[in-house]
């Protein structure tokens, strides 16, 4: 991975996990200082916009009041953030890889998302990290030959209901390792 973009990756991270230590945090939900008498959760995940090939950040919010018990969920779909598809991006999994029993042939593609609700000087936020990576198989030994990561950061403003994307990265780690195959005790083919 390159470093620059580890420690800044590693700084964002720490950050966000600073901060969400302000809040007081149950179950994934927040108990906000301005709304003392809710509880607030924020989960970011996207919607797929087949016709426009595009991945639209949507973020669900979960609202329950304690002196009513009454619970509201909302889903804020950001068309106007929405982003093409990453390179790899499929649905279906049965054509993106074939095992030949030794090694992987072919590409894996994964979209991770990892979020986090934080409470600030009394407001409600969320991040989101948007993390899709693409992984390609030769077929010679049963690792990667390299993977394609790309990542997106994006803000959440509960009072306001806004998103913003505050920073995209992009970087392809290439595999330098290759095991030795080798035949273990039995004649099985092992790879060392």
Known sequence: MNSKFALVLKSIMAMIILISTLGIRTNGKVYSAVEQKKVIGLKFYYNDNEEMQQLVPTVSVYEMDYSTGDETFKEYEFVNMAFSYPDGYSTD?????????????????NLFIDDRTVV???????????????????????????????????????????????RTAAHINKNRF??????????NLIYS
Do not use: C
């Open 178 to 187: 290759y095991p030795i195959p080798t035949w273990d005790s039995e004649g």
């Open 93 to 109: 999994w049965n054509v993106i890889r074939q095992y030949t029993g030794e090694a992987m042939e072919g590409e894996d593609y």
């Open 120 to 166: 600030i000087d009394g407001r409600v936020y969320g991040y989101g990290l948007y993390q899709n990576n693409k992984r390609i198989y030769s077929g010679k030994h049963p690792f990667a030959d390299s993977e394609h990561i790309s990542e997106r950061l994006y803000f959440f403003d509960y009072a306001n209901k806004e998103l913003k994307l505050l």
